[in-house]
């Protein structure tokens, strides 16, 4: 049952009226059999307006869970206030809860430099690579080239790690602030090499930059995003990595006639380091954060900012409930395996899992000579047409998040990857289809990032945020993108190997049946998440908490 909130049942009131208390407020809801006239509000003791104020905006009892708490419906009823003497006291029916006056979107802009540079340096080297092997001397190197790619992910992996220890130690404003510094030093160092010692250096620092980025971007955003919208602001994310991977395929054009120019490529992406740095100084702090801090004033101050005066006091009602164990201990990573909380961990585990193994870089990878097949000789021309494709879908996504949810979208998404997968792979092997095999790779190729841009993209790093309770978060979604990274890591080391011994038309159907046990486990796993807040889907899935 969809729930907007949730009280703590103290007990009977008058006339079997149930009472709710939170801190100082208390509330009445009458007893089914029982008819209450509504009557005017002039006069009526401000303590009770007081009181009203803190109630869930148009809502409907249901029946007790075994958890010991109440669900409360969103449907317009009849709300009913116990005055400072006693007296039960009928009032108007609540409103709906009002627009937001705050604003968000300027700080959810300033997080995504984050995601600007996370793709911007996964991307970059890919044109860069043939001109810096000439100007390093390691043209015939192919190993130390192939370090000097890997070293970003290794690099990427050890960041992922530290983003949510630092995330919870110093907050997720200053950890953006002291992000930026792997990622200023590392830019400039790859701009500035004249070694390959000094390159691979520059680029581990890169890596450990946009490995800190992929796991705070998502959670800042979805720790200061409204629950209406948090959807649509969380597939930002995806897209602005789409953007910086295409910035950077942009920023290779010159590379033809100006064969130095690789070195501006990199230290161009010094600009939004800074930018990241400066602008994270005049950002409010995640309020979640903040309230589990104890710094409840500034907490208050911050919800100001993000959604306007008016929700305050809704807010801080929703972070209490789900914050009532505040006084436990600080949660360790071996704790993340216990029983406890493994069952919602394994889940962002698993996702990350399928969204790499499902074969995403390898369709990349191959796409050139895919495109090639089809007639398609210019490189730009075909890394342009898939770049294109997995920024239309993750915009489409955007505007579907809130509307089909999460979980229909990633089952959308692996249901279309699957077939894409097996498209590809008969087009390559199936004797009636040679005279179309070129169109047919090219059309899957597109399909894939497609779907692949529609949910499987997204709506990992979107979710997971929302499922880990509050006292997890950081931690959790670190080690989920450890599993990205080591993930992205492997296949890059074995998949070459593996082509070579089964055929790229075999790999392409293995592919194809992890998409499908990607789809089979969502199916039975994954919990929808649209329109509820972060403590409400906290509530629901970890109801001993709270």
């Known amino acids: ?172 404003t200053r950890t953006f602030q002291l992000d930026a510094i792997p990622l200023v030093i590392g830019g400039f160092l790859c701009a500035t090499a004249q070694s390959v010692q000094t390159m691979i250096i520059g680029r581990l620092l890169a890596g450990i930059g946009i490995g800190i980025s992929s796991a705070i971007v998502p959670l800042y955003i979805s720790e200061i995003s409204p629950t209406e919208i948090r959807g649509t602001l969380g597939s930002i994310n995806q897209l602005f990595i789409c953007i910086g991977i295409l910035a950077a395929l942009v920023a290779g054009l010159p590379l033809a006639s100006n064969p130095l120019w690789w070195r501006t490529m990199f230290g161009v992406s010094v600009i939004p380091s800074v930018l990241l740095a400066l602008g994270m100084a005049f950002s409010p702090e995640s309020p979640r954060w903040l309230f589990q801090q104890g710094r409840i004033a500034e907490a208050e101050k911050s919800i100001k900012t993000l959604y306007g005066k008016e929700r305050v006091s809704k807010v801080m009602l929703d972070l209490s409930s789900s914050n009532q164990d505040s006084s436990e201990p600080e949660v360790g990573w071996f704790d993340l395996f216990s029983s406890r909380y493994w069952k ?129 978060r950081a931690k959790a979604v670190s080690l989920s993108l450890g599993m990205h990274w080591i993930s992205n890591f492997v296949i890059g080391l074995y998949f070459l190997s593996v082509v070579n011994k089964f055929g790229i038309s075999t790999v392409y159907l293995g592919f194809a049946s992890v998409c499908i046990l990607a789809v089979l486990y969502i199916a039975g796993n994954v919990v929808e998440t649209k329109g509820r807040s972060l403590e409400e889907i906290e509530l629901a899935l970890n109801p001993s908490t709270a």
């Open 1 to 172: 049952m969809h729930a907007t909130s949730a009280f703590a049942v103290k007990g009977r009131g008058l006339g079997g009226a149930v009472n709710f208390q939170h801190r100082n407020r208390a509330f009445l809801l009458p007893p089914t059999n029982t008819n209450f006239t509504p009557i005017n509000l002039s006069g009526t003791d401000s303590s009770v307006i007081a009181r009203l104020r803190c109630c869930t905006m148009g809502a409907e009892l249901t029946r007790p869970r075994k958890s010991g708490f109440l669900e409360l419906k969103s449907r317009s009823v009849k709300a009913y206030a116990q005055s400072s003497d006693g007296d039960i006291e009928d009032v108007v029916p609540i409103i709906p809860e009002e627009k937001s006056s705050g604003t968000v979107l300027p700080f959810v802009a300033i997080a995504c430099l984050g995601a600007i540079l996370f793709g911007y340096h996964l991307g970059v080297v890919n044109g860069a690579l043939e001109y810096l092997a000439k100007d390093l001397a390691i043209t015939e190197n192919t190993v130390v080239q192939g370090w000097i790619v890997s070293t970003l992910l290794a690099g990427a992996t050890v960041g992922s790690f530290t983003g949510g220890t630092l995330a919870d130690k110093f907050g997720r």
């Open 344 to 472: 919602v961990v394994s889940v962002g585990l698993s996702l990350f899992f399928f969204q790499q193994m499902a074969g995403i870089n390898a369709v990349v990878y191959y796409s050139t000579s895919v495109f090639r097949s089809a007639g398609v000789t210019s490189d730009v021309a075909a890394s342009a047409l898939v770049g294109a494709a997995n920024v239309f879908g993750t915009v489409i996504a955007s505007s579907l998040m809130d509307k089909q949810g999460r979980k229909n979208l990633l089952i959308t998404s692996f249901s279309g990857m699957a077939a894409s997968m097996l498209l590809l792979s008969l087009s390559l092997t199936w004797n009636v289809l040679a005279p179309y095999s070129g169109t047919l790779a090219v059309l899957g190729t597109v399909l894939y990032v497609l779907s692949f841009s529609l949910g499987a993209g997204p709506v990992p790093a979107l979710l997971l945020p929302e499922i880990f309770a509050s006292r997890i």
